[in-house]
């Protein structure tokens, strides 16, 4: 019997540096962003399969693709670990960031679900890129997870889509992470993407804060993001949503292609 090897990454530039490097086996790019939109807290996969294509079918980057497409895509990746056969090897490539990080939460979540043994690798770079060189070194330096590690990563996922900030520092206290050492970075610079008494994450508040810095122009402000973070992880178009809520909600002013406090 051929062992089935399943490799996930985040992103085609990734996955086309894994291609140059010589890997074998199935591949599949997940392609979602937990960090914004209703993230439903339950265990029913399908109702939270529907929620996430309704929320992502309003995104103009996806303008024509309906939600029942993007709903098959959804369900694609999921299946894609939930139907692993026993003893397959499943390889997980992610870098250091949030967005990376809950993805991987996402990911070990779902193999709390399979009753069946497979054994699951995974290499994450310490940074917010993996780079060629990763891909080359990755093959000795992965670490393999355990059945503890999917629990902790289900739990950290539970407290996430929650936005428990109290539940996810009680987790972090008693929960080394010591094969995922970057979830629990990850885990506190979640925390403060959770909205203010005045509706506003971390995020938000940077972008106020460039803003008021003279940054007016969008390329200034999701350039100047970056400064702020040890892993960036914020794309153009997230950011463009993020700033189109500031406007909404009274934050921001948009005149012509420059933002200004009101």
């Known amino acids: 019997m051929?062992?089935?090897?399943?490799?996930?990454?985040?992103?085609?530039?990734?996955?086309?540096?894994?291609?140059?490097?010589?890997?074998?086996?199935?591949?599949?790019?997940?392609?979602e962003t937990y960090l914004e939109g209703p993230l439903p807290?339950?265990?029913?996969?399908?109702?939270f399969r529907?929620?996430?294509?309704?929320?992502?079918?309003?995104?103009d980057e996806l303008a024509g693709i309906d939600k029942s497409r993007l709903y098959r895509h959804l369900l694609k990746m999921d299946e894609a670990v939930l139907l692993l056969p026993t003893e397959a090897t499943l390889m997980l490539w992610f870098d250091s960031c949030i967005f990376d990080q809950t993805i991987l939460m996402r990911i070990l979540y779902l193999l709390n679900w399979k009753d069946t043994a497979i054994n699951v690798f995974l290499y994450c770079?310490?940074?917010?890129?993996?780079?060629?060189?990763?891909?080359?070194?990755?093959?000795?330096?992965?670490?393999q997870l355990q059945p503890h590690d999917w629990a902790a990563a289900r739990e950290a996922w539970t407290l996430f889509i929650r936005k428990d900030a109290d539940g996810i520092m009680k987790l972090l206290e008693r929960e080394p992470f010591e094969r995922l050492p970057k979830m629990k970075k990850a885990l506190l610079r979640c925390i403060d993407e959770i909205p203010d008494q005045n509706g506003?994450?971390?995020?938000?508040?940077?972008?106020?804060?460039?803003?008021a810095d003279g940054r007016h122009e969008f390329m200034k402000i999701f350039e100047g993001l970056d400064d702020f973070?040890?892993?960036?992880?914020?794309?153009?178009?997230?950011?463009?949503?993020?700033?189109?809520?500031?406007?909404q909600n009274g934050f921001l002013l948009r005149r012509e292609n420059r933002y200004e406090l009101p």
């Open 125 to 143: 770079c310490d940074g917010n890129c993996l780079g060629k060189t990763d891909f080359i070194q990755g093959d000795s330096r992965k670490v």
């Open 2 to 31: 051929v062992e089935t090897e399943l490799h996930i990454l985040n992103g085609e530039y990734a996955l086309e540096l894994w291609k140059q490097c010589g890997f074998q086996g199935q591949s599949l790019v997940w392609r």
């Open 50 to 59: 529907n929620a996430r294509a309704e929320y992502l079918s309003h995104f």
């Open 229 to 247: 973070e040890e892993y960036p992880f914020l794309g153009d178009t997230a950011c463009q949503r993020l700033l189109d809520q500031l406007v």
């Open 200 to 211: 506003l994450t971390r995020t938000q508040q940077q972008i106020l804060e460039l803003v």
């Open 41 to 47: 807290d339950t265990d029913d996969l399908d109702v």
